[in-house]
């Protein structure tokens, strides 16, 4: 434990506080009630099994605050995926839950961009949902029977985290950004560096940043373990939220509130990051891997599908053609992302570049969709896991690149510094 | 709760891609199949070698990846007793406690593949019948000992009803 008063609080603890009326610390156990919880294609049936097994016929708690979308395997790739997506639409319809269905994109990317607020406590059916903390709410992914707990009373049952301040101070240089930053923390903390805690991010490069790029920093706090990521409210979180609010509650960790440790990094002259196969803690500079021959290389998914994401790799893309060898798909996060992309040239780049655009979906981060790789292929991609056999074959390898990485890699048909481009 | 059996030894850092890949999930709700292919992609003749019964014995941050909770249910229909790792990433630690997969947290150095073990969960011990060490268990919260008990979520839930114990 770092020392502190121990009067302050932390953004987790003022969050739980709320969200079972009553103060209470890191590592206390609470029963909370719910704000918002979340549902997809593949872990809803389990959950429905597991509410009904609760509530039988009955109707879910608070159907206002549920939200469907299905984005795992989408548009249906299979019967077996059709005839889960019927019974799915069938429970929502009975229910009165809003249903994006395949129409929408990533959960992840639809419920940041539609649902959530600083200051909810939120669950969803997904580990990546950590990434809503980008704007000041404690969201992290629950099981199934958690969900179906969830579905019935609103509410679970939790053990408060403590939490690691990550303090990300320097200026990052050319082409170096969020998802640079992230896998740099990861491999300094490792794939349990962070289990069970809460990881808030702060300093002037967190500050800088905009709310697209720092959504892929809270997205990945998973992979380190981390049971939330979190940013506190400032201009950048006004500024994401004006359209749909005018006012919200601001909420920062107290200046003497308690962290269980604070890592510090600079990020000046940091180069471009790589995560090598298979593990997302695995990361080196990218001249270490240079040169890596790329079968495939993915830009999207829920950690780097954003329009900005896409802009850069579209600057870098552009007047260029994929490499030979190479294949380039680019599945934007949401409908919202590829309409704002399609506006503004992006997708012309991208298809007259060579690359196969595809509807807002998971796509190949699945593993069990579409876009998979082959025994002995190696996928470079933006998404955030590169376990064994996530993207397709088991003998196959995944890299995890930023999207300008990313971008050159699928010029050269080999992972290249995008600096050198 | 005892269980005897075959440990069958894993490193550190298995992940839900591990125990159930993401390639078989159009069988997620024929939870029998999806069974069959557990481990296979740390070991890929792991689901034809195991007996009902046996252990597995893994090292560091057992479970880390994904929510899905087909991992930890897939591991309990296959019929293995429990999963002893040194930790478990936190999701799936709660998704087995929630269907009933006991999950035990031992200095598993302690145990070589293949040794056969019994753990009394009652006791919090694990013996090793093989070199005839005792492990002891590091000990659950009083929360999810609750709900072991009552063999998971769903029945606790119904018990207890709001959730207030």
């Known amino acids: 434990m770092v020392e502190s008063s121990g009067k302050g609080k932390t953004i987790a603890e003022k969050i739980f506080s ?89 959960a992840h990317q639809i419920m940041v961009e539609r649902h959530v607020m600083p200051g909810m406590l939120i669950v969803g059916a997904d580990s990546h949902t950590c990434m809503y903390g980008a704007l000041a709410a404690f969201a992290t992914g629950i099981g199934s029977t958690d969900m179906g707990a969830v579905l019935a009373l609103g509410k679970l049952w939790f053990k408060v985290p403590e939490t690691i301040k990550f303090v990300v101070n320097g200026k990052l ?18 794939a349990d560096g962070a289990n069970y805690k809460a990881c808030e991010f702060e300093g002037k490069v967190i500050e800088n940043m905009s709310m697209d790029q720092r959504f892929t920093i809270t997205n990945m706090a998973i ?12 201009d950048v979180t006004k500024d994401y939220l004006k359209s749909r609010v005018d006012d919200f509650e601001e909420i920062r960790s107290d200046e003497d509130a308690t962290f269980a440790k604070i890592v510090e990094l600079d990020v000046t002259n940091m180069e471009p990051q790589v995560a090598k196969p298979h593990r997302v803690d695995n990361v080196v500079g990218v001249s270490e891997v240079e040169g890596v021959k790329a079968d495939q290389v993915f830009i999207g998914s829920c950690t780097n599908g954003r329009y900005e994401d896409l802009k850069i790799a579209a600057e870098i893309l552009k007047g260029e053609k994929v490499a ?27 298809v007259e ?42 003998e196959g390898k995944i890299y995890l690149v930023s999207p300008a990485t990313a971008a050159a890699t699928a010029i050269y048909g080999e992972i290249t510094d995008p600096r050198k481009v | 709760m005892k269980f005897k059996g075959v440990a069958w030894k894993f490193g550190d850092n298995i992940t839900t891609d591990h125990i159930t890949p993401g390639r078989y999930y159009h069988l997620r709700s024929r939870m029998e199949e999806l069974a069959k292919h557990i481990m296979e992609d740390a070991d890929k003749d792991f689901p034809k070698k195991f007996e009902k019964g046996d252990f597995i014995v893994a090292g560091k941050n057992f479970g880390m990846g994904s929510s899905r909770e087909h991992a930890p249910l897939a591991i309990k229909i296959a019929g293995i007793s429990a999963v002893l790792a040194k930790s478990f990433a936190r999701i799936f ?46 000990p659950l919260p009083e929360t999810m000992i609750k709900i072991l008990n009552e063999g998971g979520l769903v029945n606790f839930v119904n018990k207890y009803k709001n959730l207030e114990i």
């Not at chain 1, 240089?173 to 490792?190: A, R």
């Not at chain 1, 992979?223 to 400032?234: L, R, S, V």
């Not at chain 2, 293949?114 to 090793?128: A, P, T, V």
Request: aromatic share 6%; hydrophobic share 40%.
């Open chain 1, 324 to 350: 030979k060898n190479t294949r380039l798909i680019v599945i934007p996060a949401s409908r919202t992302q590829y309409l704002k992309a399609l506006k503004n040239g992006l997708i012309d780049i991208f």
């Open chain 1, 18 to 106: 709320k969200a079972c009326g009553k103060d209470v610390k890191a590592n206390e156990y609470v029963f909370a009630n719910i704000d918002l919880a979340m549902i997809h294609d593949i872990t809803a049936p389990l959950a429905i099994k597991a509410f009904k097994e609760i509530a039988g016929n009955g109707k879910v708690w608070d159907s206002s605050k549920i939200v469907m979308a299905f984005d795992h395997q989408c548009p249906a790739d299979s019967i077996a995926a059709a005839e889960n997506q019927k019974m799915l639409r069938k429970f929502a319809e009975e229910q009165g839950i809003l249903n994006y269905d395949v129409k929408e994109g990533i």
């Open chain 1, 223 to 234: 992979e380190m373990g981390g049971k939330a990521g979190i940013i506190g409210t400032d």
């Open chain 1, 173 to 190: 240089g050319k082409h170096v950004y969020s998802k640079d930053v992230i896998l740099k923390l990861i491999g300094i903390v490792g």
């Open chain 2, 93 to 138: 630690f709660r998704n087995a406690i929630n269907v009933g997969l006991p999950v035990v947290i031992a200095n598993t150095d302690l145990i070589n593949d293949g040794d056969e073990i019994e753990l009394d969960l009652s006791k919090g011990k694990i013996k090793n019948l093989t070199n005839d060490v005792v492990i002891e268990i590091k």
């Open chain 1, 353 to 394: 570049a060579g690359a196969i655009v595809e509807f807002p979906s998971c796509g190949p981060c699945m593993g069990g969709s579409f876009g998979l790789i082959a025994s002995n292929e190696t996928s470079v991609s933006t998404s955030n896991r590169n376990f064994i056999g996530r993207q397709g074959s088991p």
